[in-house]
């Protein structure tokens, strides 16, 4: 049972990462992503540890996880930042014409 949170964790861990990395609209899918697979890669983890089964999946499913909510928090709020700058430059166009 824990083996497979794990391996579901770390392939959530991929995921994210990748939706990290093409930004956009994907960072908005790869957050939550991220965060599924990191507290299905905890569960698996206690879960395998418990049992004494070595946790390394686990444990790379935990890594990649944070490493997934850290491109994708990056993504998330640059696409952000520009999202509001072009707003304002829209704006500030349309009040000079």
Known sequence: MGKGKAVAGMVLGIVGIVCGLLSGYLSLIGLPIAIVGLVISISGGKQLKAN??????????????????????????????????????????????
């Open 52 to 97: 004494g089964q070595p946790t390394g999946i686990a444990t790379a499913g935990l890594v990649l996880g944070i490493i997934a909510v850290v491109f994708t928090a990056i993504a998330f709020f640059t696409c952000g930042i520009c999202i509001i700058c072009a707003a304002g430059a829209s704006s500030a166009l349309a009040s000079l014409g």
